[in-house]
């Protein structure tokens, strides 16, 4: 598996994870290590551009959900308790603002799915709506 990190800069600025690869068990964690270095040198917001990777894991599962915590404890405007995220996840009403993904396979999507992962991580098949929907706190 190789990444590809770069910055993209729509209202506020966008680190893209670019997987090339599956995220699985041989993986993850230069995957999640990428990530986590990210976060360390400052990013707020990261998409996970997922496009030529065929496959993720049970473990590129664990990994996102350790990066979507980490980022929202990254966060200082975040007020909202782990029981309040838990409650808006469960009630649809809660998707992360730091972390989404582009154009997962059909079996990621699946996967994703399946998992419950779609109840609170966007995904798009368009990289500049993805950019877009990031938006400064308010």
């Given amino acids: 598996m190789d990444i590809r990190v770069s910055v993209e800069h729509g209202s506020v600025p966008v680190t893209v994870l670019q997987i090339i690869g599956s995220i699985d068990a041989a993986s993850y964690t230069k995957f999640q290590q990428a990530a986590e270095n990210a976060i360390a040198n400052g990013a707020r917001h990261i998409l996970i551009d997922l496009s030529e990777a065929p496959f993720v894991s049970s473990a590129g599962l664990r990994a996102l959900h350790?990066?979507?915590?980490?980022?929202?404890?990254?966060?200082?405007?975040?007020?909202?308790?782990?029981?309040?995220?838990?409650?808006?996840?469960?009630?649809?009403?809660?998707?992360?603002?730091?972390?989404?993904?582009?154009?997962?396979?059909?079996e990621t999507r699946t996967t994703f799915e399946l998992s419950g992962f779609d109840m609170f991580l966007e995904t798009f098949a368009n990289h500049e709506a993805a950019i877009a929907s990031f938006k400064a706190a308010s």
């Avoid at 915590?69 to 009403?93: C, F, M, W, Y």
């Fill in 66 to 106: 350790i990066i979507f915590n980490q980022l929202r404890k990254s966060d200082p405007d975040d007020s909202l308790s782990d029981e309040d995220v838990r409650r808006g996840i469960n009630a649809g009403t809660y998707k992360s603002p730091h972390l989404k993904l582009l154009n997962l396979s059909k």
